[in-house]
């Protein structure tokens, strides 16, 4: 068995210790060590990284009571200095003390118990076994953060099986043997065996930032410590371009963007229908005809083709055929008076690599082809 040194001190950032065994494996080697403050992946927690003297550890895992540290290169067996990347796992010891604070809370207030934990690049993700709302999640917020101004001590201690029976504590796995109980004044108490701060307020800030049901619980995602500190960093950067974008207040922003965005839907719809009595104001000024009339207009949706199709067709006596974009692709929108198209541009579509149809006496879709075959076709 490992000796585990993050039981003792989550806070040992450097230690030596006599490296025993090194073997070949997938992505480097496996470096068992006679003690160890490396903490391995578990319980949703990603494992620590760091050194073994020269070689850097990329992934540790315990199997058996022995962790395994993955290393790059081999390190030599004897005595090794070895060092954790402690940022990193000083990070992940806030955020999963804040864990334990809200899980606490939510058991404590609603019942439900914690039934899957993720660490992840950015946030930590939790479920939760029941449903919870908005106003419960702040209330719960609030509490978790009352808990860190109070800066509680954070208790670890594995009691025999006759203490253990007393105590009231929350525990994913039901093991009675060498169980490590880690209490968090009156706010938590749960079975877990990794690194902890050892006072509340070490955590900082813990903010619940989103939440949705899942699988009949709650997933809940939440930021705490340096990762509020940069989650709030990011934000703040970008309400404040918004802020200035919109020329409004930071904590106006929602209601200024709402109304600049009613304010553009009305540009677009008065666009729409100003384009529109373009189309058929171009229609108006077209000359009378008596056969088939190909027009060629620019940048025309393929409403405003309609439009001016049917502002049109009364004053041609053959097909109506307006068109807009360039050679190889354009749309197209094409009427008759007299005759059902839909049969018809199935035969016009396959002479102009085109794609599209409809009912009735108007049809439209697309002609990949230029400009010159369509006015050829339709001559
Ligand atoms: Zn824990």
New binding site residues.
């Given amino acids: 068995m490992t000796e585990k040194l993050y039981y003792e001190d989550a806070y040992i950032k450097d230690f030596s210790a006599e490296v025993l065994s090194v073997t070949e494996c997938d992505g480097g080697f496996d470096v068992i060590l006679d003690k160890t403050a490396f903490f391995p992946e578990e319980?949703g927690q990603s494992a620590d990284t760091g050194v073994i003297g020269n070689s850097s550890v990329s992934y540790v895992y315990e199997k058996e009571g022995i962790v395994h540290h993955i290393t790059k290169t081999a390190p030599p067996v004897g005595v090794a200095n070895c060092q954790i990347d402690f940022g990193e796992r000083f990070e992940k010891m806030q955020l999963?003390?804040a864990?334990?604070i809200l899980c606490g809370i939510i058991h404590k207030l609603y019942g439900l118990e914690n039934v899957g934990f993720h660490l992840g690049e950015e946030e930590v993700v939790f479920d939760v076994n029941g449903t919870l709302s908005r106003e419960e999640l702040n209330r719960v917020e609030e509490i978790a953060n009352e808990a860190v101004f109070s800066n509680i001590e954070i208790e670890t201690f594995f009691p025999d099986s006759g203490e253990l029976g007393k105590l009231e504590y929350r525990a994913k796995l039901d093991i009675t043997e060498n169980v490590r109980i880690?209490k968090i004044g009156d706010v938590d108490s749960?079975a877990?065996?990794?690194?902890?701060v050892h006072r509340t307020g070490e955590i900082g800030l813990i903010k619940i930032l989103e939440f949705m049901k899942h699988r009949g619980g709650t997933r809940i995602w939440m930021v705490a410590g340096r990762r509020a500190l940069s989650d709030y960093r990011k934000k703040y950067s970008n309400i404040q371009r918004i802020s200035a974008l919109l020329s409004a207040p930071q904590h106006d922003t929602a209601d200024a963007l709402e109304k600049y965005m009613k304010d553009a839907d009305g540009v677009r719809s008065l666009l729409k229908s100003s384009r529109v009595a373009l189309a058929e104001a171009e229609a108006k000024s077209m000359p009378d005809s008596e056969e088939n009339v190909v027009v060629k207009l620019n940048d025309y949706s393929i409403d405003e083709l309609r439009a001016f199709v049917n502002a049109y067709k009364a004053r041609v006596g053959g097909l109506t055929v307006a068109i807009s974009g360039r050679d190889g692709d354009y749309k197209y929108v094409i009427a008759s008076n007299d005759r059902e198209l839909s049969q018809e541009i199935k035969k016009i579509n396959e002479s102009l690599s085109g794609r599209g149809g409809g009912r009735g006496f108007m049809v439209q879709g697309s002609f990949l082809t230029d400009e010159e075959s369509i006015r050829a076709y339709f001559k």
């Fill in positions: 319980g999963h003390t864990e334990h880690v749960c877990c065996c990794a690194p902890h």
